[in-house]
């Protein structure tokens, strides 16, 4: 497998506060690649940085060989990098069908679109997606009305309208009933085999990133800590300390 993602020696700074410092890591094209670490310990900052919400102070990031790191977020996005929130971003007046349209990148960038008819297979596709995430049923009902699980899962659907390469995923079992969790792993992994989309997931529920990642990297006060395999992370000590000291 090629590396698609790079993250080398990277600083992020706010202020006199160093958010991250020195962190390395690499992702290999098709895998499912975890981040873990406890509250505070600068995944998130890691994500903005990687899709160019916060450009980096010091390191490089390359995706697919292209650096990246000074990169504008539609810029990132154009090469195929996208990323979800722990809260989601839906519009919650119009409907899943409406959501998953206004969230596919037309072909030319310009004010007309507005006034384009939309063809029919891209409504086709949208269908075909939120059928994959099990949202097919609601597809007429406003995005606001769902339940926050059901809107992760639409912010997932939305994200695949785009057709990444690959995607960073921010608490993607956070707030979900835990009986729809398992169903949420299952399509992550649908997600990557069937589409071919690399995934970066950060989660702070350990059964469900061991279930879900092949490699493990933990992050703790802006540093790594830890990479490895989910056994060698379970059984690793600085890992145990770093979330026991957390609680």
């Not at 490089?60 to 990132?76: C, G, H, T």
């Not at 919650?92 to 960038?109: R, T, V």
């Not at 879900?212 to 690793?236: R, S, V």
């Amino acid at each position: 497998m090629s590396t698609i993602l790079e993250v080398n020696q990277v600083y992020k700074y706010f202020g006199g506060v160093r958010a991250n410092e020195n962190i390395s890591l690499t992702v290999e094209e098709g895998s499912i690649v975890g981040l873990i670490g406890p509250n505070g310990s600068g995944k998130t900052t890691l994500f903005n940085s990687i899709v160019g919400t916060h450009p980096i102070d010091k390191g490089n990031i390359k995706f697919n060989d292209i650096e990246v790191s000074q990169l504008p977020v539609p810029a990132v996005a154009k090469l195929g990098l996208l990323r979800t929130f722990q809260q989601t971003r839906i519009y919650g007046k119009l409907n899943c069908i409406q959501n998953m349209l206004i969230s596919s990148k037309p072909e030319k960038d310009t004010i007309f679109n507005v006034f384009v008819k939309i063809p029919e297979d891209l409504t086709a596709k949208a269908e075909n997606l939120l059928k994959f995430v099990g949202l097919h049923q609601k597809r007429k009902l406003r995005a606001g009305d769902l339940s926050f699980g059901q809107q992760k899962l639409l912010e997932l659907a939305m994200a695949l309208m785009n057709e990444p390469k690959m995607l960073l995923l921010d608490e993607p079992t956070a707030g979900i009933n835990p009986t729809l969790i398992n169903g949420i792993i299952d399509r992550l992994i649908k997600v990557n085999k069937e589409f071919g989309i690399t995934l970066l997931v950060i989660e702070h529920n350990m059964r469900v990133i061991m279930s879900l990642a092949q490699k493990i990297f933990c992050l703790a006060h802006g540093q790594m800590l830890a990479e490895g395999t989910p056994d060698q992370i379970k059984n690793n000590k600085h890992v145990i300390d770093a979330y026991l000291g957390a609680e």
